[in-house]
């Protein structure tokens, strides 16, 4: 029944532990961004950590994406 989702998967890799660092990344991103809204005096700080968050975040995408049988969709 769902074997076309397994073949999205990729075939090696912590795919779910992947993916919960990507959400664990832009919850932090995401909670930065409202205390950058709310203004004050950590400007800055809220910054970098979005910043952060933001890369860590590609960084688990470039992963997925390069252990995914559908690889050459990266390249774009």
Do not use: Y
């Amino acid at each position: 029944m769902f074997a076309w989702f397994q073949n999205l998967l990729p075939k090696t890799g912590n795919f779910f532990e992947q993916f919960e660092a990507h959400a664990v990344s832009m919850t932090l991103a995401a909670e930065a961004l409202a205390k950058l809204m709310r203004g004050g005096p950590d400007i800055a700080t809220h910054i970098r950590t979005i910043e952060s968050e933001e890369h860590k975040a590609d960084a688990v995408t470039r992963d997925v994406l390069h252990c995914s049988p559908s690889a050459p969709m990266a390249q774009i």
